[in-house]
């Protein structure tokens, strides 16, 4: 007879059932040095922020672009730092580099290998909601699958492989950048919060385990 674990996981089909969630927040867009280090000094007088990266998308194999835009957030004010406007400016290295600002974020090893292609920086400070989530028997990797399993609502991705660089952002470009860097922090809030009750999810299930 097999032993099982528990462990939390959303199918696609109950993804898809779920409400698209709406971005409740301010967001501001940066394209210079100036505003950069204005809107990081506004941002480090928050103890935990999310964050989360996009790239404009190449559909050629064996090719990466350079990050476009970093995201970080608070729980009501989204910024989006076009790095191919600014670059990755000295006060965003040490923004990266601040342990004292705890940055949540998902999948970061991928953005930082994509964003070491600018500069060279030692990331600090960082949560990775992947490795985070497992302690709470999420079993999904994804922060769409994990953003439902907890709050019942689905984030859009119908912006994922729009153009990045592009000479101004679209508002569905903005909303749906900022949901993502919003989502991470909102997530690790919750969870460390003791408001989710892995018991009690409705995604719960019997995961078999070879003898």
Known sequence: ?????YAISITKEQLASLPTVSFPGQITVIDTVEDAATALRQL????????????KPSFRKGRTNMVSLIQ???DSHCYLFRLNHIGLCECIREFIEDPTV???GLSLKDDFHVMHKLAEFTPAGFVDLQTFVKQYEIA???LQKIYGIIFNQRISKSQRLSNWEADNLTQSQQIYASIDAWACLKIYNHLNSGNFNPNLSPYRATVAMAE
């Open 1 to 5: 007879m097999n032993d099982g674990i």
């Open 44 to 55: 480090r007088l928050h103890a935990v922020v999310g964050f989360d990266t996009e790239t």
């Open 72 to 74: 970080i957030s608070t």
């Open 102 to 104: 705890i940055k949540i």
């Open 140 to 142: 999904d990797c994804s």
